[in-house]
T-cell receptor, first 106, second 117 residues
Framework: SYELTQPPSVSVSPGQTASITCSGD??????VYWYQQKPGQSPVLVIY???KRPSGIPERFSGSNSGNTATLTISGTQAMDESDFYC?????????FGGGTKLTVL | EVQLVQSGAEVKKPGESLRISCKGS????????ISWVRQKPGKGLEWMGR????????DYSPSFEGHVTISADKSFSTAYLQWSSLKASDTAMYYC??????????WGQGTLISVTS
């Protein structure tokens, strides 16, 4: 079965740029989606189809996908961005989630 | 406004059956798939399966096939997730999410299931 691998944790200082990676075999051939989940809340879509931002998502969130790695980049990270992030892709009509990355802003 | 409203938390005993629901509003229910996603305490997201409410076609992750049943009633704009015999390992938060093609754009608030003797 297809697997997506994320680092368990990423730390960033306020105002700096955070990068969260998601790796999988030939991931660049697929669309990747990113979700933000704050404690006690449902996931929220922040990036879809590799690079697109849904309405209402701040411009500081951006995405890329090439080769075997997709990256979620948060520019000018704010304290409110501290949360769990999950990447997601489709493989053979099955949804696959990465294991999640806890972003700490300190 | 698009909303997915899920049924409330449940506390059940091992071996009991259960059906939880996800009611869509603010959009044409039959034009979007509904998927169910499990999240065990302190763990990540796991896709369980999906249903097309227009014709009730469903498919499942191999990890969940045979353990749960996904159904829908488009006349009530509601999707369901059911178990015939719960286990302690089913204790988790369960989310429904709608998707047109591949984009999960709206999620329910989650239903917490606790299975304990």
């Amino acid at each position: 079965s297809y697997e997506l691998t994320q680092p368990p944790s990423v730390s960033v200082s306020p105002g700096q740029t955070a990068s969260i990676t998601c790796s999988g075999d030939k991931l660049g051939d697929k669309y990747v989606y990113w979700y933000q989940q704050k404690p006690g809340q449902s996931p929220v879509l922040v990036i879809y189809q590799n690079t697109k931002r849904p309405s209402g998502i701040p411009e500081r969130f951006s995405g890329s996908n090439s080769g075997n790695t997709a990256t979620l980049t948060i520019s000018g990270t704010q304290a409110m961005d501290e949360s769990d992030f999950y990447c997601q892709a489709w493989d053979s009509n099955t949804v696959v989630f990465g294991g999640g990355t806890k972003l700490t802003v300190l | 406004e698009v909303q997915l409203v899920q049924s409330g938390a449940e506390v059940k005993k091992p071996g009991e059956s259960l059906r939880i629901s996800c009611k869509g509003s603010g959009y044409r229910f039959s034009t979007y798939w509904i998927s169910w996603v499990r999240q065990k305490p302190g763990k990540g997201l796991e896709w369980m399966g999906r249903i097309d409410p227009s014709d009730s076609y469903s498919d499942y992750s191999p990890s969940f096939e045979g353990h749960v049943t996904i159904s829908a009633d488009k006349s009530f704009s509601t999707a369901y997730l059911q178990w015939s015999s719960l286990k302690a390992s089913d204790t988790a938060m369960y989310y429904c999410a709608r998707h047109e093609a591949t984009i999960f754009d709206y999620w329910g608030q989650g239903t917490l299931i606790s299975v304990t003797s």
